[in-house]
């Protein structure tokens, strides 16, 4: 997440923590209402690039070299419902993968697929529920998130048309492979959005701007958005409670009986 004032607020001091991808600075760390965290400044390192070059991998290892097991992604996101007004909330409960990303994979380790039947952690979900009980702006429980990677656009028409058919809530470009990634390392995963634009408001401001090119833009600020999400943070930890959850570890779905080539049939 990206929070200058929580930063500031709670005193989190900045420390650098080493990967294998190399070292990331960005990193924040202290304690909120007595809660260890750990902030990690967004998931560009220090270069702006299309969504699919962001090294996701990178990020996740921040959080298990920290020894961390839980983790939440906030993310700045396109509305598909005319409904939903610019600044709506939505907890994430499911996602539909568009492609056009990448994960590295290490291949001295066996290969395995994980298992995203449930993508989201289920006590982490339950208790971010909790924290939007009084806020005073729209939330999306059980939101469908469309993860449109790698492109330098936003969506057209026909794909809003789309995504809404097909039972899609926001869109955004770095859901996904962050979510499969905490799954592969066993990480309890959640996902908090908000809402920037709506594509009536995209829509208007495309035909204002033909009438008088200093129409004001259609988008609610990126920092204003992120206000919202981060009050929820808050909520949660001030409310913190470490359930033991047994699923996530298991769900990553370690493969000890792929088959690789019988060293027979070189004969």
């Not at 001091?13 to 924040?28: D, E, F, I, L, N």
């Not at 492109?151 to 026909?158: F, G, K, L, W």
Request: charged share 25%.
């Amino acid at each position: 997440m990206r929070d200058d004032e929580i930063i500031k607020n709670f005193n989190l001091k900045r420390v650098t923590v080493p990967t294998s991808y190399g070292p990331v600075h960005r990193c924040y760390y202290g304690e909120i209402y007595n809660v260890p965290v750990l902030i990690i400044y967004g998931r560009f390192n220090g270069e702006k690039s299309p969504s699919n070059e962001i090294n996701h991998q990178q990020t996740i290892e921040v959080v298990k070299n920290c020894g961390i097991s839980k983790l939440i992604g906030t993310f700045v996101v396109g509305g598909i419902k005319p409904e939903n007004e610019q600044g709506t909330v939505y907890i994430i409960d499911d996602f539909i993968g568009m492609g056009n990303y990448k994960i590295d994979w290490d291949y001295n380790s066996p290969f395995r697929n994980a298992e995203m039947i449930q993508p989201m952690c289920s006590n982490l979900q339950k208790r971010l529920k909790e924290a939007t009980m009084n806020v005073d702006f729209p939330v999306v429980n059980n939101a469908i998130y469309i993860c449109f990677n790698g492109y330098p656009r936003i969506e057209t028409r026909a794909e809003l048309n789309f995504y809404e058919s097909i039972g899609g809530d926001c869109v955004g470009q770095t859901l996904d492979p962050e979510a499969t990634i905490s799954r592969l390392n066993g990480i309890c995963y959640a996902a908090l959005a908000v809402q920037i634009d709506s594509p009536q408001a995209r829509t208007k401001y495309a035909n204002d701007i033909k009438k008088d090119p200093k129409a004001n833009a259609y988008s609610m600020s990126i920092s204003d958005c992120r206000k919202r999400t981060s009050l929820i943070i808050l909520n949660f930890l001030k409310n913190f409670s470490n359930d033991k959850c047994n699923v996530c570890a298991k769900l990553k779905r370690v493969n000890n009986n792929f088959k690789e080539f019988p060293k027979e049939f070189y004969e």
